[in-house]
């Protein structure tokens, strides 16, 4: 199974950008889908971006389109996101995770099964 660590996390002014890295373990990096999730304290665990493994076709909800990139390298088993124009609203615990499916980037945590540690974005207004 797939091992993730999370890095990159930090405090930010709003208006201002963070890159995220999440570095995976293992030989099969490249036929994982890959996702970042973030949870804020008393809220659901909530998905912001998705890149599958196949094609590499992104995924984004509205509440960040347009302003946070998710990228991967598979040589070097990373997965990316750059969070630009951050808003005190994206303050939250970002965690990446590892999906078995390699075509379609699940917006349920269910759907993934191999998660990082989580590393803390805040962003002050």
């Known amino acids: 199974q797939v091992q993730l660590v999370e890095s990159g996390g930090g405090l930010v002014q709003a208006g201002g950008s963070l890159r995220l890295s999440c570095a995976a373990s293992?030989?099969?990096?490249?036929?994982?889908?890959m996702g970042w999730f973030r949870q804020a304290p008393g809220k659901e665990r909530e998905f912001v971006a998705g890149i599958t493994s196949s094609d590499t076709r992104t995924s984004y909800p509205d509440s960040v389109k347009g302003r946070f990139t998710i990228s991967r390298d598979n040589v070097k088993n990373t997965v990316y996101l750059q969070m630009n124009s951050l808003k005190a609203e994206d303050t939250a615990v970002y965690y990446c995770a590892a999906s078995p499916n390699m075509d379609y980037s699940y917006r349920s945590p269910t759907h993934y099964y191999a998660w990082g540690q989580g590393t803390q974005v805040t962003v002050s207004s």
């Open positions: 293992g030989r099969t990096f490249s036929r994982y889908t």
